[in-house]
Structures are given as structure tokens and as C-alpha cells.
């Protein structure tokens, strides 16, 4: 699973790495004293790296709690505020889209496991905070694709059991659920689940379970009473992008109950300048990545053949959803 594990000197006698290091035993461990000495050096390769990643797991100083980037979620109430928080860095999964392989100069795996902390500042938040805030998790990572290593859901979820009036977003392509399928379903945490068309999965979403394993999970979690939430994230157009995602929306909503579905999103494709640049030099044989752009206040987007693209797939998608449930990711 990983090739080694690095482990900060300040972390290192702690339970909760004890724990870790019990559930993967037989890898290499490696001291260091802050794992940005690993984790940020120059010269690494992203794209070797993938291939066989290491954990590093660490204590997360600074701010924990962030506000969300403009239109990056749903909105919960006319008063309520976005959050995000990342107890990791990376994904396991190898989305060729993905702002990560720009954004980090490694592709290994950084665990914060101070969760305390995070708990800390997520009470400090609330507190300044209006009901109906939302808090997301998945922004620098895939929350639930380590949860049988990491115990995320398990420490946080009691967090906002205390906070019905407060809303966690868990925002994954994993099928790791069994903590969830577990544990008493709360109505303000939505496990939010991303898409793509069948063709584009399997080309550009590389080792993501496949479309049938994570709709199967999504109806698991709707049966046991789990809020889900649907993101067909991101849109990237082609010739035929209508009938693909009339396909997938046929598929999706034929299985799923429909009227409990929590929100469901559209986005286009966007990066920032600097993060396309570095994936381009990663992968320069992505036809993906060599595709017409344009760029406007410092973010890439794809130049879509089809102008009204995500105007027709919002018409499309409104047939299956209510309005209400339904936002464009900015």
C-alpha cells in the first residue's frame, strides 16, 4: 500500500499513530522532524511518485479551518458560511484532471493526526459562526478512501452529532463505507459523491472504483438513512457530452431515490495558471491537456466546442431534481 512511512519525532509516541502503525505493520518507518523536510523538497516527481507513494504522518500547525472558495458548495441557509478543513493531503485516486499534481510538488501522503486540533478549531468556528454553516471535507483529499487507516469519519462525525444545526460534507469517489453503514446516520452529514461519464471514468480517473461500486454505495447509504449528495464534477465537453451524461443521469437517478437526494452540482473544468502549467509537464502526451484553453483571472478552463454545454446539462439534470437542490459549482 505505501512504500514507507515517514512519522514526525513530535507524533511519534502517540496513540493515535500507534493505531496507524498497527493496521499497515511490516512497512518501512522513517523519522523526521517535520514533514515538509519530505513532503515539499525540490526536484521530486509527481508522476513517478504516484507510483508508489509514502504516508507521512504529521502534526498540522496554523490555521485548520478555512473559508471556501467563492460558489465552491452548496448553500444551506441564507445565512450560512462555507468551510473547509483537510486532515490530508492527496488522493489515492489518479484523476488526470486533477488540481492536486499542481498544487503539491509530492504525490505522497501527508496524515495529520492531530485531530484534537482540528476539533478545537472546527468548536472555535461554530461558535463565531450562524447556524447552517457548512464544512467540507475532501478539498485537499478524498475523506473516506483511507477511513480503514486514518479513522477519520470515526473521530469527527461525533463532532457534529453535537452540531445538528451544522452541516459536514464528506466529498469522496470512494467505496470505503463500512464505518458509515455502522454508525446511526445524521441528517447534517452528506456524504457527496463525484461523477463522470463512463468513457471519460475509465480514461481519465485512473484506479477511482467504477461507476456501478459507487452507486451501489450510494444506495447502501440511502437505505441506512446517510443524506447523499451527487457532484458531476468536472464537466469536460466532447462531441457527444449531452448523450453521455443523458446516459449516466438515466443510470444514476434510476437507482438512487430521487426525492432524497441532498444537492446535486455541475462544474466545469477550471485550474488555476500555474497548477495547469505543472500538469502539462507532467503529462505532456494528455490530449486532455493539449486541448484549446482559455484563461481569465488567473484560472484555465477548457475552450467548450459547445457554448451552451452546461446550460443543457442543467436542463437535462432539472428533470430528474428539484431546483432547490440543485447549485453550479463557480
Given at each position: 500500500m505505501f512504500s514507507s512511512i515517514y512519522i514526525e519525532e513530535a507524533v511519534r509516541d502517540s496513540e493515535r499513530v500507534e493505531a496507524i502503525l498497527r493496521r499497515v505493520p511490516g512497512i518501512p518507518q522513517i523519522a523526521i522532524q517535520q514533514y515538509g523536510e519530505v513532503f515539499n523538497r525540490a526536484g521530486q516527481n509527481?508522476?513517478?511518485?504516484?507510483?508508489?507513494?509514502?504516508?507521512?504522518?504529521?502534526?498540522?500547525?496554523?490555521?485548520?479551518?478555512?473559508?471556501?472558495?467563492?460558489g465552491y458548495g452548496f448553500e444551506s441557509g441564507s445565512t450560512g458560511k462555507g468551510f473547509y478543513f483537510s486532515h490530508m493531503l492527496n488522493c489515492v485516486y489518479d484523476?488526470?484532471?486533477?488540481?492536486?499534481?499542481?498544487?503539491?510538488r509530492s504525490a505522497n501522503y501527508v496524515l495529520f493526526i492531530n485531530f484534537e486540533d482540528f476539533e478545537q478549531d472546527i468548536e472555535a468556528t461554530i461558535a463565531?459562526?450562524?447556524?447552517?454553516?457548512?464544512?467540507?471535507?475532501?478539498?485537499?483529499?478524498?475523506?473516506?478512501?483511507?477511513?480503514?487507516?486514518?479513522?477519520?469519519?470515526?473521530?469527527?462525525l461525533p463532532c457534529f452529532q453535537r452540531h445538528p444545526e451544522h452541516f459536514l460534507e464528506i466529498r469522496t469517489k470512494s467505496t470505503q463505507i463500512r464505518f458509515l453503514l455502522e454508525h446511526e446516520p445524521l441528517a447534517n452529514c452528506v456524504i457527496a459523491m463525484s461523477?463522470?461519464?463512463?468513457?471519460?471514468?475509465?480514461?481519465?480517473?485512473?484506479?477511482?472504483?467504477?461507476?456501478?461500486?459507487?452507486?451501489?454505495?450510494?444506495?447502501?447509504?440511502?437505505?441506512?438513512g446517510w443524506p447523499v449528495a451527487l457532484r458531476f464534477e468536472p464537466v469536460i465537453a466532447q462531441t457527444n457530452t449531452l448523450s453521455l451524461y443523458k446516459e449516466l443521469f438515466e443510470i444514476v437517478f434510476a437507482q438512487l431515490q430521487t426525492e432524497r437526494v441532498h444537492s446535486v452540482s455541475l462544474g466545469e473544468f477550471r485550474l488555476p495558471v500555474d497548477y495547469y502549467k505543472k500538469i502539462?509537464?507532467?503529462?505532456?502526451?494528455?490530449?486532455?491537456?493539449?486541448?484549446e484553453?482559455?484563461?481569465?483571472?488567473?484560472?484555465?478552463?477548457?475552450?467548450?466546442?459547445?457554448?451552451?454545454?452546461l446550460q443543457d446539462l442543467e436542463t437535462m439534470l432539472l428533470a430528474y431534481v428539484a431546483p432547490e437542490s440543485y447549485y453550479r459549482c463557480a
Open positions: 509527481f508522476r513517478l511518485q504516484k507510483q508508489q507513494p509514502a504516508l507521512i504522518l504529521a502534526h498540522k500547525s496554523g490555521r485548520r479551518v478555512l473559508p471556501t472558495p467563492e484523476c488526470r484532471y486533477c488540481f492536486l499534481q499542481g498544487m503539491f463565531e459562526s450562524s447556524a447552517d454553516s457548512v464544512f467540507y471535507s475532501g478539498y485537499d483529499c478524498d475523506s473516506l478512501a483511507l477511513e480503514p487507516i486514518s479513522a477519520f469519519c470515526e473521530y469527527f461523477f463522470s461519464p463512463q468513457i471519460q471514468s475509465e480514461r481519465w480517473e485512473h484506479q477511482v472504483p467504477s461507476i456501478a461500486k459507487r452507486l451501489e454505495a450510494l444506495v447502501r447509504l440511502q437505505n441506512a502539462v509537464k507532467l503529462y505532456p502526451e494528455e490530449p486532455l491537456l493539449a486541448r484553453t482559455r484563461l481569465e483571472d488567473g484560472m484555465i478552463s477548457l475552450v467548450q466546442q459547445q457554448g451552451s454545454l
